[in-house]
């Protein structure tokens, strides 16, 4: 299967190529539903293509808003930039879109986003026979009904689903609360994650206010899990699926590289999932749930509203290793005498590196690296390569 990564800017999609990423999507400045990502203008649209050519991967460009009809004005523009730069795939909810597209833009694949909510066979034929290449499932469809769509189906059209990270707590991302609470419309791509709030009830004739809970841990009546299938990969391709997506274009690159890494190895067959569970761990997440896959309530669904991880992002390194040293971009403060764990796609994967030297960018012998961004020389006996990740137990 395809393992499709997110990239919010284009130094995150550099990071999930590093990692092993087959494909990976992104939005430009507008049409997108992540409007406060950094997304990509024209000329990084046409440098982010180049790139992901060049190393064998593809790159996905979403366009799946809601659209009215103002939407359109300057589409005709952008859509022939995308062609230009040879995007491999437009990712459309708004079949008013997926229409033009296909009517005036028929060299572009159009993959149809989970937004247009594809729940059935019927759906699907409908918008394969528009001329659509793939199909992003709805993320409510379990494993059994998956299954059954692909064989009314068969080969006319390939499958996505969403395998890792965040899910809305509305059907399929049609949400209305950000609109309503903040004039931000989710629809557009600027929302505003309500659901991620804490909320109070109060009855009518009193002031005073009640937290909805449900036990000790706190308030979580919208607020979802996020996904985790790394188990279940095996039964996904069974199902017919092609191509499994991961969730976070807004996440940092620390997330991609963590996440991208423990499913390629998942798919390259690392057996000790142990360490790729332990992986999953390290960087940002709710508690994993798989989502409706299996059939669980929706109760099971639910979440406290604060992200836990166990490990910190420390370092990029910047140039690949020699004589003895590493380049590292400083992320989060680290010392002499630190020991450091290495996020690799080799086999330099979890070493541990014992810091005894820092060179400051002016070349200093510092003893504590506390500048953020600070492009700093440290010592390293392992072949590290640019891209790669150093990282530090959270205390």
């Not at 393992?3 to 092993?20: I, M, S, W, Y």
């Amino acid at each position: 299967m395809e393992l499709l990564a997110p990239a919010g800017n284009f130094d995150k999609l550099v990071t999930a190529v590093h990692f092993g990423a087959d494909a990976v999507y992104f939005s430009g400045k507008k049409f997108g539903l992540r409007a406060f990502a950094g997304n990509f203008d024209t000329e990084e649209i046409f440098k982010a293509m180049d790139y992901l050519h060049a190393h064998g991967k593809k790159g996905y460009v979403t366009l799946n808003i809601v659209a009215t009809d103002e939407d359109f004005d300057g589409l005709d523009e952008y859509l022939s930039q995308l062609s230009r730069a040879k995007v491999d795939g437009l990712i459309v909810s708004d079949v008013g879109l997926i229409y033009y597209i296909r009517k005036n833009f028929p060299e572009i694949n159009v993959h149809v986003s989970t937004q247009a909510n594809v729940n059935n066979s019927q759906s699907a034929k409908f918008f394969a026979n528009l001329g659509c290449t793939r199909i992003v499932l709805a993320r409510e469809l379990n494993l059994e009904q998956i299954s059954l769509l692909h064989q009314n189906l068969g080969d006319k059209v390939e499958l996505e689903a969403f395998v890792h990270g965040a899910m809305c707590i509305s059907y399929s991302g049609r949400c209305l609360l950000s609109n309503y609470l903040t004039g931000r419309d989710s629809n557009k791509g600027a929302c505003v994650q309500a659901c991620r709030w804490k909320y109070y009830i109060r009855e009518e004739s009193r002031d005073d206010a009640l937290p909805i809970e449900e036990d000790e841990r706190g308030t979580y009546i919208l607020n979802s899990k996020d996904m985790c299938l790394i188990d279940h990969l095996d039964e996904l391709e069974k199902a017919g699926i092609s191509s499994i997506k991961i969730e976070g274009r807004m996440k940092s690159d620390y997330y991609v590289a963590s996440v991208v890494n423990a499913y390629r190895r998942a798919l390259d067959g690392e057996n000790d999932f142990s360490v790729l569970h332990n992986e999953l761990e390290k960087t940002s997440h709710r508690r994993y749930t798989t989502g409706f896959y299996f059939n669980a309530t929706d109760k099971e669904y639910l979440e406290d509203s604060m992200p836990v991880q166990t490990y910190v992002f420390i370092a990029k390194v910047v140039e690949d290793a020699r004589d003895g040293r590493v380049k590292v971009e400083m992320r989060n403060r680290f010392k002499v005498g630190d020991t450091l764990e290495v996020l690799s796609a080799d086999d330099n994967f979890l070493k541990k590196l014992d810091i005894r030297e820092i060179i400051s960018s002016t070349g200093q012998q510092i003893d504590d690296a506390k500048r953020v961004q600070e492009i700093v020389t440290i010592n390293c006996p392992y072949n590290l390569h640019a891209g790669d990740i150093l990282r530090v137990e959270k205390k």
